[in-house]
């Protein structure tokens, strides 16, 4: 790595952005995509520099006449919010799509999300999927949640429960409050998954905790149908779920 970007970078790390400007500046006008990326980024939070979409659009674009992934997706962002820019869900899907088959996981999964709601294209469930799937397959928490969307409601493909509650636990065990909701109420119906309210309870419990009212609305239901022993010991399995940051409860 260049040594200037590196102390560039550096500074950066430690919150230190008059110095990274100063590194950054240069290179990027000399052409370097790295560089131009990581200025637009600085424009766009204001680290350094007064806060400025339309130069984080001049940043951002330059990096994506090199092929820049990461720069693609940001004036993808750009353009689907209307920052810097008019807003315009076609560019948007132009740049991410463009991102998305360099591999970059946020822009498949906000793809994704654009076919799946039909912004900048028609909506096609099963184009949804395909990038919801690449997405999620990469770890994006998002993508594997609205993947599990699409299995849970047979949108673009089969429905399927089983396979639903494989990327609901995926996403929730990444700390994806609206999985925790979700595998709450496939518990409580016995979709996928075997009826079983303590668990249903305590996915519940653990959504309710980040204001969720459909988890809300359930755990208090389920409050209703459950005896003063069997809420403790949900609640004690909602405890030692989140003691394990979600993983394998």
Known sequence: MRADFQKGWDAYVNKDHPTSLLEWQPLAEQGDSAAQYNLG????????????????????????????ANAQAALGTMYQKGLGVAQDYKAAVKWYTLAAEQGYANAQGVLGAMYHKGLGVAQDYKT???????AAEQGYANAQGALGTMYHQGLGVAQDYKTAVKWYTLAAEQG???????????????????????YAYMWAD???????????KLRDTLATEMTSADISAAQALARECISKEYKGC
């Open 176 to 198: 994806y409050a609206n999985a925790h909701a979700i595998l709450g109420i496939m518990h409580n119906k016995g979709q996928g998954v075997a009826q079983d309210y303590a």
């Open 206 to 216: 653990i959504a309710a905790a980040s204001g969720n009212e459909a988890a809300i």
């Open 41 to 68: 980024l600085m424009y766009y939070n204001g680290q350094g520099v007064t806060q400025d979409y339309k130069a984080a659009v001049k940043w951002f674009s330059l990096a994506t006449e090199q092929g820049q």
């Open 128 to 134: 949804a999927v395909k990038w919801y799937t690449l």
